[in-house]
């Protein structure tokens, strides 16, 4: 088969070439938008401290701590040794905030990876073929939709154990119908364009007009959905941890707030404890706000004019 007979070919060159022009928008966006460019400075600098959390932390996090004098390093203000202080089982909470951000960056990007991948497939299959393929998977949308989502998550992470993975796939259980539903809607309209109609008369089968017309035009939505995931999966963990479902073995945000709290942290006033944790979280999922803000013009043009 020659070049200009393979299916696709005589595709007009513009559309083609979507997804290329709409990748260079989107790296090129963090250097004109004050909002993914926030987001996204952020969102680096944790994956900085949790790749290489083992050179910032200045001590085992879940190491009991002793002072010279041989007593037990609890409840100590934070000062040149330990740089928040210490818990109230001798810990050290610096060392513990960096750990976390491992945790956090585990179940976050694993997260999002499952529920755009779920959730990118279902809304393509179900928005090309429509039908009772549509209706079959939008009903199982609907049903993950109805459940609740923290009662569930917790089901579910005590009745197999409490795990970071498995926070990671009551999330992705859950979470995914979101973006299938938003895919969806897309494909809807994308399949009814000219080049879409040019490539079945070509001779393209349906793989290929999915994956290579198709899917490279709603993919930046995904990836825009994936960093909304990112956020709600660091949540969720801290919220199972706070409750004390979490994995005791894994330091995590969650696990701190769950201690600090279990301590009577803010009886005693120790803010230095409960406090940095807290604000980790709030700052990880606005970096996600900031990202979904500052890409709304790449992916909906017509909010430019």
């Known amino acids: 088969m020659t070049a200009s007979s393979e299916p696709g070919a005589f595709l007009p060159k513009a559309e083609r070439r979507g997804l290329g022009r709409i990748l260079a928008d989107v790296l090129a966006k963090p250097a004109r ?43 100590l203000p934070p000062g040149e040794t330990y740089w928040l202080g210490t818990t109230h089982s001798g810990r050290d909470i610096y060392s513990q905030l960096v750990y976390g951000a491992r945790a956090a960056l585990i179940v976050g990007v694993t997260a999002a990876m499952v529920v755009v991948a779920i959730g990118t497939l279902i809304g393509l299959l179900s928005g090309y073929f429509g039908g009772w393929v549509d209706a079959v998977l939008m009903r199982v949308a609907d049903t993950a939709l109805s459940i609740p989502f923290l009662p569930f998550v917790i089901v579910l992470t005590a009745f197999l154990k409490p ?81 004390g479902f979490g994995d005791p073995r894994t330091v995590s945000w969650g696990y701190m707030l769950q201690d600090a709290f279990t301590s009577q942290a803010l009886s005693r006033g120790s803010w230095h404890w409960f406090v940095p944790p807290g604000l980790c979280i709030v700052v990880v999922v606005v970096a996600g706000f900031f990202l979904t803000r500052g890409y709304e013009e790449v992916l909906f043009p017509k909010l430019r004019d």
């Open 33 to 75: 938008d004050p909002f993914a460019l926030a987001g996204l400075s952020i969102y680096l600098v944790f994956v900085l401290v949790a790749l290489f959390a083992d050179q910032f932390a200045t001590h085992d996090p879940l190491q009991i701590l002793f002072q010279p004098n041989g007593r037990l390093a609890r409840n």
């Open 163 to 243: 795990s970071v993975w498995n926070v990671v796939l009551a999330v992705a259980i859950l979470l995914w119908p979101n973006t299938a539903r938003v895919i969806r809607s897309q494909v809807l309209t994308i399949r009814e364009r000219g080049y879409v109609e040019a490539a079945r008369v070509t001779g393209a089968g349906h793989g290929r007009i999915l994956f290579v017309h198709v899917a490279p035009n709603i993919l930046p939505l995904s990836f825009l959905y994936g960093s909304i995931a990112i956020g709600w999966a660091i949540l969720t963990e801290a919220a199972v941890s706070f409750l």
